[in-house]
Nanobody
Framework: QVQLVESGGGLVQAGGSLRLSCAAS????????MGWFRQAPGKEREVVAR????????MYIDSVKGRFTISRDNAKSTVSLQMNSLKPEDSAVYFC?????????????????WGQGTQVSVSS
């Protein structure tokens, strides 16, 4: 089992930056693909970024490409999301999640373990 705890959310002006971190406890962090998801009020949860077990492969939704960077440190059992050039439409609760499914799953139902979420608010 894996426990995930996010940190780093907050309020920032448009154009600013935030760095989200997710600390994992439990066994075999490196055996899980990791994802960052977000959910805004009244909207469905969407995957923002995903990273392979080794960290060698990353994927992003089009709206954050070039602005967000996902990374992981398997020695420290952490995954991070660096968010630059933030926009008001990036405002949401952000969740990290872990998946044991082969590959780097896109669907949220492939992710077994979830953090509690951290709020990101971007003012215009």
């Amino acid at each position: 089992q894996v426990q995930l705890v996010e940190s780093g959310g907050g309020l920032v002006q448009a154009g600013g930056s935030l760095r989200l971190s997710c600390a994992a406890s439990g066994r075999a962090f490196s055996s899980y693909a990791m994802g960052w998801f977000r959910q805004a009020p009244g909207k469905e949860r969407e995957v923002v970024a995903r990273i392979s077990r080794s960290g060698g492969s990353t994927m992003y939704i089009d709206s954050v490409k070039g602005r967000f960077t996902i990374s992981r440190d398997n020695a420290k059992s952490t995954v991070s999301l660096q968010m630059n050039s933030l926009k008001p439409e990036d405002s949401a609760v952000y969740f990290c999640a872990a998946s044991a499914t082969v590959g780097i799953p896109l669907r949220s139902d492939a992710y077994t373990y979830w953090g509690q979420g951290t709020q990101v608010s971007v003012s215009s």
